[in-house]
């Protein structure tokens, strides 16, 4: 397997991605078979709450049948029988009683009661038609049964059924009604309450009083609705969808139907666990889904075997092509092994880091010998300059001082640039040395300052030092005063017009000291963060303010800080800000080191 071509294995990958792609197939037809199922469950339970509210519908009609069929008996001679033996007929019914508990009432045309067979005191001669269903028995005489209302004395839910009293040649004798307290009398057979499913919910809703009709509790069969947002399932029903998913207040799902009886203004809902549909569903699946395990465990092994070899030595080169970007002094080769495609891009890779050992080692040596070349006609040529310039070899014209002192500046930065070269030079091959003396750190920065006001002055910049502590700090002044100068100037260059550059030192607990270089300028830019230390770099490649070094100013800032035991960074706020962070006493060692 370990010789295996690339090719080779991408076959394998291919083979188990189609194995994989059978396996979603699958799933897809299960997902399609639990579909099915809920919408099974989802229809039968309509069905259900359409069969208990044509229940309800039917007990209803028998009901108000029964009463009129009774109201047949109370009128005689075109007349309607005395009271007293109104009342005396009304207590004899035991089974019109049985479906009216409440009361069973007789009323004159006009719908004031006149006979009663329960006595509720005040109750005879109490005015009824200003109630909505009185008056549609009234204008219709035909049978009525009203909508849930709440008692006038009683204050619980009631149902009035109404049923005409008319002579032989049809003329109006008055009204019987008979009265369901709500809250005691149940219109849900006690078949359908009885075989419920303890996993469904069955409620009955009078959608007009929002009240429960049936249940609420196992102790009340009328009760106020909740408050909307605390019972999903009734919030789910009284919207108006017919059927659908809602989750209950234990976090289950429920699948719901409902059903609504226009006449009573009820909604019937019955709702199941979701579970119901989905557990034959899931029993298939869990067996499909071991038997899939073992086989995908299988492939696991086989394509982690197939891949191995190659994604290791893959990932080896990933991580060292890398670690060349974060460290390009870095040398260290690939191993040449694996299969025949990575045995020959190592290969290359290698050959690779020759050619640039090879080209950085002309270039090191090439920069060296320039830098070394150039320096000392630079010194003559520096030297020359400030004669003319100071006066020494006869007045200038203005126009030629002018040109001498723009020709002095311009040597002394590239001198300056030739020494960055030597410099990094010097570090590169570990020649750099540092004195560690005693400095007086204010008196290191205050110089820095007066050096470097020219160039703020060219710049319209200002540059000040503040909070600086009287501090003895045991480093090389000379290199630190190299790093401060580094910070400066590139803060002096990329400040706008009129900013200002501020020199800030504080002593930390850890007895070191940090000095802060801050600017007002954009800052340093997100994308080049990563790399800002790193040499030859810039953060403006192409712009007058890049022209203007080599790139390597901040690379020499860092390793001179390591050679002092520090260590440099920066951040962005309202500008940026480079500090440099060193030990205010060095450990005892030689006060001369080398790199």
């Not at 006595?119 to 009824?128: A, C, H, L, S």
């Not at 709702?271 to 499909?288: D, I, W």
């Not at 030595?313 to 040398?331: A, F, V, W």
């Amino acid at each position: 397997m370990g010789h295996l071509s690339l090719g080779t294995r991408l076959a394998v990958i291919i083979i188990l991605g189609s194995l994989a792609t059978v396996g979603f197939v699958i799933y897809a037809a299960y997902d399609a078979l639990l579909e099915d199922f809920e919408s099974n469950l989802t229809a039968q339970q309509a069905n259900e709450t359409a069969h208990i509210s044509n229940l309800v519908s039917q007990d209803l009609e028998l009901r108000i049948s029964v009463m009129a069929q009774f109201a047949t008996m109370l009128g005689h001679n075109d007349q309607l029988l005395p009271p007293e033996q109104l009342s005396t007929l009304l207590k004899k019914q035991k089974k019109l009683s049985e479906l009216f508990p409440h009361s069973l009432t007789v009323l004159s045309p006009n719908a004031t009661l006149i006979a009663e067979n329960i006595f509720v005191p005040g109750r005879v001669g109490t005015y009824y038609a200003d109630r909505p269903h009185w008056r549609a028995a009234i204008e219709t005489r035909r049978p009525v049964i009203s909508r849930p209302i709440i008692g006038r004395a009683t204050g619980v839910p009631l149902m009035v059924f109404i049923a005409p009293i008319e002579s032989d040649d049809g003329k109006l004798l008055g009204f019987l009604s008979g009265t369901l307290q709500m809250d005691r009398s149940f219109l849900i057979p006690d078949h359908i309450r009885n075989n419920a499913n303890k996993d469904a919910v069955f409620l009955v809703i009078d959608t007009e009083n929002f009240l429960f009709v049936e249940g609420s509790g196992e102790d009340k069969a009328i009760q106020s609705l909740p408050d909307p947002g605390e019972n999903l399932l009734i919030d789910a029903a009284l919207s108006g969808t017919g059927f659908g998913e809602v989750e209950a207040e234990s976090g289950e799902t429920l699948i719901y139907a409902t059903s609504h009886l226009p006449r009573l203004g009820w909604l019937f809902i019955r709702a199941v666990p979701k579970s119901l549909a989905t557990a034959p569903a899931e029993q298939a699946f869990v067996r499909f889904f071991l038997i899939s395990t073992g086989l995908t465990l299988s492939i696991l092994l086989l394509t982690y075997l197939a891949l191995r070899s190659t994604t290791a030595s893959l990932t080896n080169m990933t991580r060292r092509i890398r670690s060349m970007i974060r460290k390009p002094e870095s040398s260290r080769r690939l191993k040449e092994q694996g299969a025949p495609e990575v045995r020959d891009l190592a290969q290359a890779f290698n050959q690779l880091l020759d050619e640039r050992d090879v080209i950085n080692q002309l270039k090191d040596g090439f920069v060296s010998n320039v830098s070394h070349e150039l320096r000392t006609p630079l010194t003559s040529l520096n030297g020359a300059l400030r004669l003319l310039e100071s006066g020494t070899a006869g007045e200038l014209p203005e126009s030629a001082q002018k040109m001498t002192t723009l020709a002095l500046r311009n040597s002394e930065r590239l001198q300056l640039l030739i020494a960055d070269l030597l410099d990094f030079n010097k570090l590169s091959v570990g020649e750099m040395r540092v004195n560690f003396e005693a400095v007086q750190i204010e008196e290191l920065i205050r110089m820095s300052v007066v050096s470097n006001q020219l160039m703020a002055s060219d710049h319209s910049v200002s540059l000040i030092a503040k909070d600086i502590p009287q501090l003895c700090l045991t480093t090389d002044g000379h290199r630190l005063t190299q790093i401060l100068d580094n910070f400066i100037s590139n803060a002096i260059k990329f400040s706008p017009p009129a900013g200002v550059v501020v020199i800030h030192a504080e002593e930390k607990e850890t007895d070191r000291l940090r000095i802060t270089v801050s600017d007002q300028g954009k800052g340093v830019p997100d994308s080049f963060q990563d790399r800002i230390f790193e040499r030859f770099t810039q953060a403006e490649v192409g712009t007058a303010r890049a022209t203007n070094g080599t790139g390597l100013g901040l690379a020499i800032c860092r390793q001179l800080a390591t050679l002092l035991n520090g260590e440099v960074g920066f951040y962005n706020n309202e500008g940026a800000h480079f500090w440099v962070e060193l030990p205010v006493r060095q450990p005892d060692a030689d006060r001369e080191q080398k790199s």
